[in-house]
């Protein structure tokens, strides 16, 4: 059974350790401001050279605005879990009755609060810059981010696993292992641009086939409920393997012991 | 009466591949009692608490807390244990007051804002709350870490050298409380500390334990006294040379530094050795006899391990 109020102690945790970090704020609001103004005024210039054509411009503010869910969810299992490292808090925490999985639920959980704020907050600035409308997308925004954040969570676990047993000597890989799948994703341009057996690769990622619907409405106003549900199983299937990989890989490190990654 | 059992250890090992950290550890902690675990560096203390605490798994026995199955029943037992080590820290960036209120809702305490306040007062260090950590002196965070393990009203709590990095006037409030908490709410304690004096005053028994293995355990003053020999202390200025002759002449084991002599006599013979010297002129200007202590007896130990 889940304990929520531990769950929620360790959602206060993480906020705490936000709001003193400064880079951790810059990270929720400075990065994100930068990405949408660099990238926003480069899919101005384009839409410029297309005759005014505006979707080259929505296509670039839509793979931003959206693709800062699947890293937000990511980051946030990744770099709180090496704040407790850094911290060398670990110990501390697991002599409390703090479970495995009340952590993963704090991770979720903060992850869907900071997603859902600088995804807000890129969204505000892309409509007040370039009268972009995220809810011009109406109710698919719910399945959109939905699906994104279950990618980011899978995504998150998996290198969360690795970082619980290997600790801080593979740390880098909490802030760029999402380069790994972001060309695969296809965020700013379509799969079919891909070289062919990237393309099978990509097919693999659930959040290509959002990214792919993402511009489907954005060009005819429509979207394909199969490829969304294919995303979303994949999701089921990811996600589910991740937790128990990294369920797996925390058990292993507290037989070598959970101090000596402090 | 029986005593009631808080903690039982039968046959804890760990190994790493082919190096056993932990030998076949057994220990059992009754209510209300302070058990010290001494050891040198490398002996398996700390590995010895964090399975306790279940953050590092064994490779064979049985750990029993309270009667109840550990790592098994895990949840239920840590809510009423607790642990604090200078070896570990907190949240950087966190203040006092955060950092207290977190692990009161990780620990559930009902009455968070009086269980903190009272902890804060009892430690002194309540003018600290709004402080971040990382602006704490090693002393200060040492004491945080008491308040943390105390907050829970801990029937056991598992002690990493906790008076480590305190000036002496705090140490001696911190054992203050430790020996109320255990005389007002029998809290039991598992100490280790490398201050021999603390842990003379502070525990019930001792054990000491070496490459993992328990060697001996028994009151600090039962292990003191294992070592036979009293080192009579003495300052002799006039007779000096004749004393020195009678010392290397009679085979005593001695050291000398000018005129301060160390002789290191069987407790039993003490009597009768200040007897010969003033049968033979001998006369010392001041005189000192110590008894073995438990210090004595860990540098013993540490003494076969090195030799």
Same mark, same amino acid.
């Given at each position: 059974?889940?304990?929520?109020?531990?769950?929620?102690?360790?959602?206060?945790?993480?906020?705490?350790?936000?709001?003193?970090?400064?880079?951790?704020?810059?990270?929720?609001?400075?990065?994100?401001?930068?990405?949408?103004?660099?990238?926003?005024?480069?899919?101005?210039?384009?839409?410029?050279?297309?005759?005014?054509?505006?979707?080259?411009?929505?296509?670039?503010?839509?793979?931003?605005?959206?693709?800062?869910?699947?890293?937000?969810?990511?980051?946030?299992?990744?770099?709180?879990?090496?704040?407790?490292?850094?911290?060398?808090?670990?110990?501390?925490?697991?002599?409390?009755?703090?479970?495995?999985?009340?952590?993963?639920?704090?991770?979720?959980?903060?992850?869907?609060?900071?997603?859902?704020?600088?995804?807000?907050?890129?969204?505000?600035?892309?409509?007040?810059?370039?009268?972009?409308?995220?809810?011009?997308?109406?109710?698919?925004?719910?399945?959109?981010?939905?699906?994104?954040?279950?990618?980011?969570?899978?995504?998150?676990?998996?290198?969360?696993?690795?970082?619980?047993?290997?600790?801080?000597?593979?740390?880098?890989?909490?802030?760029?292992?999402?380069?790994?799948?972001?060309?695969?994703?296809?965020?700013?341009?379509?799969?079919?641009?891909?070289?062919?057996?990237?393309?099978?690769?990509?097919?693999?990622?659930?959040?290509?086939?959002?990214?792919?619907?993402?511009?489907?409405?954005?060009?005819?106003?429509?979207?394909?409920?199969?490829?969304?549900?294919?995303?979303?199983?994949?999701?089921?299937?990811?996600?589910?393997?991740?937790?128990?990989?990294?369920?797996?890989?925390?058990?292993?490190?507290?037989?070598?012991?959970?101090?000596?990654?402090? | 009466?029986?005593?009631?059992?808080?903690?039982?250890?039968?046959?804890?090992?760990?190994?790493?591949?082919?190096?056993?950290?932990?030998?076949?550890?057994?220990?059992?902690?009754?209510?209300?009692?302070?058990?010290?675990?001494?050891?040198?560096?490398?002996?398996?203390?700390?590995?010895?608490?964090?399975?306790?605490?279940?953050?590092?798994?064994?490779?064979?026995?049985?750990?029993?807390?309270?009667?109840?199955?550990?790592?098994?029943?895990?949840?239920?037992?840590?809510?009423?244990?607790?642990?604090?080590?200078?070896?570990?820290?907190?949240?950087?960036?966190?203040?006092?007051?955060?950092?207290?209120?977190?692990?009161?809702?990780?620990?559930?305490?009902?009455?968070?804002?009086?269980?903190?306040?009272?902890?804060?007062?009892?430690?002194?260090?309540?003018?600290?709350?709004?402080?971040?950590?990382?602006?704490?002196?090693?002393?200060?965070?040492?004491?945080?870490?008491?308040?943390?393990?105390?907050?829970?009203?801990?029937?056991?709590?598992? %002690?990493?050298?906790?008076?480590?990095? $305190?000036?002496?006037?705090?140490?001696? *409030? #911190?054992?203050?409380?430790?020996? !109320? /908490? @255990?005389?007002?709410?029998?809290?039991?304690?598992?100490?280790?500390?490398?201050?021999?004096?603390?842990?003379?005053?502070?525990?019930?028994?001792?054990?000491?334990?070496?490459?993992?293995?328990?060697?001996?355990?028994?009151?600090?003053?039962?292990?003191?006294?294992? %070592?036979?020999?009293?080192?009579?202390? $003495?300052?002799?200025?006039?007779?000096? *040379? #004749?004393?020195?002759?009678?010392? !290397? /002449? @009679?085979?005593?084991?001695?050291?000398?530094?000018?005129?301060?002599?160390?002789?290191?006599?069987?407790?039993?013979?003490?009597?009768?050795?200040?007897?010969?010297?003033?049968?033979?002129?001998?006369?010392?200007?001041?005189?000192?006899?110590?008894?073995?202590?438990?210090?004595?007896?860990?540098?013993?130990? $540490?003494?076969?391990?090195?030799?």
């Amino acid at each position: 059974m889940i304990n929520f109020n531990r769950v929620w102690a360790l959602v206060i945790r993480y906020a705490i350790d936000t709001r003193h970090n400064y880079d951790r704020l810059t990270d929720v609001f400075f990065l994100p401001a930068m990405d949408l103004f660099v990238w926003g005024l480069t899919g101005l210039y384009l839409a410029q050279l297309t005759n005014g054509s505006e979707n080259y411009l929505y296509v670039i503010l839509s793979g931003l605005v959206f693709w800062v869910v699947v890293v937000r969810a990511q980051y946030e299992i990744t770099i709180n879990l090496l704040v407790e490292l850094w911290d060398r808090n670990l110990v501390n925490l697991f002599t409390t009755p703090l479970k495995i999985s009340e952590w993963i639920s704090a991770f979720m959980v903060f992850g869907l609060f900071k997603a859902i704020i600088i995804m807000s907050f890129s969204a505000l600035l892309a409509f007040i810059f370039y009268g972009y409308n995220i809810f011009s997308f109406g109710g698919y925004i719910i399945l959109f981010i939905v699906n994104l954040l279950l990618t980011g969570w899978a995504y998150g676990f998996i290198l969360g696993g690795f970082l619980i047993r290997f600790g801080k000597t593979i740390q880098t890989i909490g802030w760029v292992g999402i380069m790994l799948i972001t060309p695969f994703s296809a965020v700013y341009y379509p799969v079919s641009i891909l070289p062919h057996w990237a393309q099978t690769v990509a097919y693999f990622i659930p959040s290509t086939y959002i990214f792919e619907e993402i511009r489907r409405v954005l060009f005819t106003g429509a979207v394909s409920y199969d490829k969304l549900l294919i995303s979303f199983i994949l999701n089921i299937i990811y996600l589910s393997f991740s937790i128990w990989f990294f369920v797996w890989m925390f058990h292993k490190s507290r037989r070598l012991g959970l101090g000596r990654l402090i | 009466m029986e005593k009631n059992i808080i903690l039982e250890v039968k046959n804890l090992t760990k190994k790493f591949n082919s190096f056993t950290a932990v030998d076949d550890l057994s220990l059992e902690i009754g209510e209300g009692e302070v058990l010290g675990l001494l050891g040198p560096n490398g002996a398996g203390k700390t590995t010895t608490i964090h399975i306790l605490l279940g953050v590092m798994e064994a490779t064979g026995g049985i750990i029993k807390y309270f009667d109840k199955p550990f790592p098994k029943e895990r949840e239920s037992v840590l809510k009423q244990i607790n642990y604090s080590s200078t070896y570990i820290s907190m949240p950087w960036l966190s203040s006092v007051d955060e950092i207290l209120n977190i692990y009161a809702r990780l620990y559930e305490v009902d009455d968070k804002k009086k269980r903190i306040a009272k902890l804060l007062g009892e430690f002194e260090i309540e003018h600290l709350r709004k402080q971040q950590f990382s602006f704490l002196s090693a002393g200060e965070k040492t004491r945080l870490f008491l308040v943390k393990a105390f907050l829970n009203y801990p029937k056991l709590i598992l %002690l990493d050298e906790p008076t480590a990095s $305190l000036d002496p006037d705090i140490a001696i *409030k #911190i054992r203050r409380f430790l020996k !109320k /908490e @255990k005389a007002e709410y029998n809290v039991s304690m598992l100490f280790t500390s490398h201050n021999m004096s603390e842990v003379e005053e502070m525990c019930d028994r001792v054990m000491i334990i070496k490459s993992g293995k328990i060697i001996d355990q028994d009151t600090p003053e039962n292990l003191a006294k294992k %070592l036979h020999n009293s080192q009579v202390e $003495l300052l002799i200025m006039k007779d000096n *040379k #004749i004393a020195e002759n009678y010392f !290397k /002449e @009679k085979k005593f084991s001695y050291t000398v530094d000018r005129y301060r002599f160390v002789i290191s006599l069987a407790e039993q013979h003490v009597a009768e050795f200040l007897q010969t010297l003033t049968s033979q002129n001998i006369k010392y200007e001041e005189i000192s006899i110590n008894k073995p202590t438990l210090e004595d007896y860990f540098l013993e130990v $540490l003494k076969e391990k090195y030799d």
